[in-house]
Nanobody, 115 residues
């Protein structure tokens, strides 16, 4: 059974930083592209960052230069360092594992950026 468990969300002031982590189990981790999505209040879920098993990365324009995604294939974990946070980064953040037709999701973690 595949499980993705996120951690690291919380409340932070504008300009602050947070680090999200996702621990994966039950899958051949290195095969999967690992993604972070987010869903702001009242909006659709959007892709924030992607990292392949070979560590190639891609980012949404809105977070380029501020967010950094990384993975540890030995520990089956993926992380995302979020710096210079803005109120518009407020959302539920979801860890996603994708390979071919397979898609798995974590339960989500709330990130709130507010003064």
């Amino acid at each position: 059974q595949v499980q993705l468990v996120e951690s690291g969300g919380g409340l932070v002031q504008p300009g602050g930083s947070l680090r999200l982590s996702c621990a994966a189990s039950g899958l051949n981790f290195i095969r999967y592209a690992m993604n972070w999505y987010r869903q702001p209040p009242g909006k659709q879920r959007e892709l924030v960052a992607t990292i392949t098993g070979s560590h190639s990365t891609n980012y949404a324009d809105s977070v380029k230069g501020r967010f950094t995604i990384s993975r540890d294939n030995a520990k089956n974990t993926v992380s995302m360092q979020m710096n210079s946070l803005k109120p518009e980064d407020t959302a539920v953040y979801y860890c996603n594992a994708q390979y071919a037709w397979q898609n798995f999701w974590g339960q989500g973690t709330q990130v709130t950026v507010s003064s």
